[in-house]
């Protein structure tokens, strides 16, 4: 069975009953020595369950709460060891060498016995993660000097742990951003597949059927040593870049998840896929979904501003293909999810996944459609 078919219920979405918030502050009370003062729903991922604990204390204001969706993450454990071990390696960097600008790394929380998570009585793995005060987050990049800020985030990031060598943190989501493997879980799922009611079904079979052959482009570079193994975030999409309320400036990289080895590339490509959607991931709006080359100029423009220092000429020449690859990788996991009866991605209507997949498709189509432009972008930056 496929890692992303391997949950037997449905991910329908649900709302919080007042018995679950009582269930809550029991659980965020292991993690603080303050009153719990409320709990609420937070944020909009796809697979792990958020929660923002509001606190009744002058010292901390709020910390997240999350429930780890462990038939993803399967070593929840593992998780939260490689997240212990980058950022003390973070916050010693930027001890010794303190940055010009404001710069946050969030920290785990233990529980009041000095753990990194706590199980509850359902067996569900918990933990707590510090909170950004005085930040905030967008689905959707506002202007140009933004997109700036999202790329300098990125390249900051990236520069942060280039020297942390990646044998040091676990691989705690195999065949992440591994294309090939998508193909061969959709290749699974599609064996199984009877018809569908949808018409647009058809239309995304083709997509990916004209594309299978070229998306081994990374996986290839990356087994032809042309592209080195290095530590990745892994889900910087914009939502996951966290700005400081009144200045605008980006100061902060969370949902830490997914940091891990694997190429700088694929986060390159999963920023701008999700930065240079004006629409957002989320619209159903898909007919008009289009990628925008002024807001890629300026994210690059802000990446390379820090990153120029660690990429190769190597890494300049996949980096276009790293924006088509992950917006159609994304595309077809969320196809392959709907083909597969929505059990990977929660969703909020049966063909939420259909839905999501079409817009990366079109965003993909654009790019195809910009290729000249967008090369034309990442040459100038060199
Ligand atoms: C998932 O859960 P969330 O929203 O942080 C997914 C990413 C996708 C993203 C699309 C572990 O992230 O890979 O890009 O949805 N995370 C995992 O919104 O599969
Ligand atoms: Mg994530």
Request: with cysteine; hydrophobic share 40%; charged share 20%.
């Given at each position: ?5 391997a949950?037997v ?8 009953k007042?018995?679950d918030?009582?269930?809550l ?9 303050s009153?719990v003062?409320?709990?609420q729903?937070?944020g909009s991922g ?13 010292s901390?204001?709020?910390f ?5 969706n462990t038939?993803?993450?399967r070593?929840p ?11 003390e390696h ?8 303190p940055?010009n600008?404001?710069w946050e ?9 000095a753990?990194?998570h706590c ?7 918990w ?15 506002k202007?140009?000097?933004?997109a700036?800020e999202?790329?300098?985030?990125l390249?900051?990031f990236h520069?942060l ?11 705690t ?16 799922v599609?064996a199984?597949?009877t018809?569908s009611?949808?018409?647009?079904v ?7 059927s004209?594309?299978?052959s070229w ?8 087994n ?6 290095r ?5 910087p ?8 309320t009144?200045t605008?400036?980006?100061v ?14 694929y986060d390159?490509?999963?920023c701008?896929?999700?930065a240079?959607?004006p ?5 159903k709006?898909?007919?008009?979904v ?8 300026a994210?690059?423009?802000?990446y390379f ?12 020449a996949?980096?276009?293909d790293?924006?088509?690859l992950?917006a159609?990788?994304?595309?077809l ?9 929505n059990v990977y991605?929660k969703v909020?209507y049966?063909e939420?996944n ?15 459609s910009?290729e000249?432009?967008i090369?034309?972008?990442i040459?100038?930056?060199?």
């Amino acid at each position: 069975m496929t890692r992303e078919t391997a949950q037997v219920k449905t991910n329908m979405t649900q709302e919080l009953k007042t018995q679950d918030t009582d269930n809550l502050i029991t659980i965020a009370d292991q993690f603080t020595a303050s009153k719990v003062a409320s709990i609420q729903a937070f944020g909009s991922g796809n697979i792990n369950d958020t929660f923002l604990v509001t606190l009744d204390s002058p010292s901390q204001q709020h910390f997240v709460l999350q429930r780890i969706n462990t038939s993803v993450f399967r070593q929840p454990q593992l998780v939260m060891q490689n997240m212990c071990i980058f950022t003390e390696h973070i916050r010693n960097k930027l001890q010794h060498t303190p940055l010009n600008r404001p710069w946050e790394v969030p920290a785990v929380l233990l529980t009041k016995d000095a753990q990194d998570h706590c199980k509850d009585d359902d067996g569900s793995f918990w933990r707590a993660i510090s909170f950004i005060e005085g930040s905030e987050s967008f689905d959707i990049i506002k202007d140009i000097e933004q997109a700036k800020e999202v790329g300098y985030a990125l390249g900051m990031f990236h520069s942060l742990i280039s020297d942390l060598s990646p044998e040091k943190l676990a691989d705690t989501l195999e065949g992440f951003h591994i294309t090939p493997l998508y193909l061969q879980q959709y290749d699974e799922v599609l064996a199984k597949y009877t018809g569908s009611k949808f018409p647009l079904v058809n239309y995304c079979l083709k997509f990916v059927s004209d594309r299978a052959s070229w998306a081994h482009v990374l996986e290839n570079a990356k087994n032809q040593g042309h592209l080195p193994l290095r530590l990745m975030h892994g889900d910087p999409k914009v939502n996951n870049i966290m700005f400081n309320t009144t200045t605008q400036k980006a100061v902060s990289v969370i949902d830490l998840d997914t940091v891990k080895p694997g190429l700088v590339h694929y986060d390159i490509g999963d920023c701008l896929r999700s930065a240079c959607n004006p629409q957002g991931e989320e619209t159903k709006q898909w007919e008009t979904v289009y990628f925008d080359a002024d807001m890629c100029n300026a994210i690059l423009q802000g990446y390379f501003s820090q990153a120029r220092d660690f990429l190769t000429e190597n890494d300049y020449a996949y980096i276009y293909d790293a924006i088509r690859l992950i917006a159609f990788e994304l595309g077809l996991r969320f196809f392959t999810d709907h083909l597969a009866g929505n059990v990977y991605f929660k969703v909020k209507y049966p063909e939420h996944n259909l839905a999501r997949a079409l817009v990366q498709f079109k965003l993909t189509e654009s790019i195809e459609s910009q290729e000249t432009s967008i090369c034309g972008i990442i040459k100038g930056m060199r």
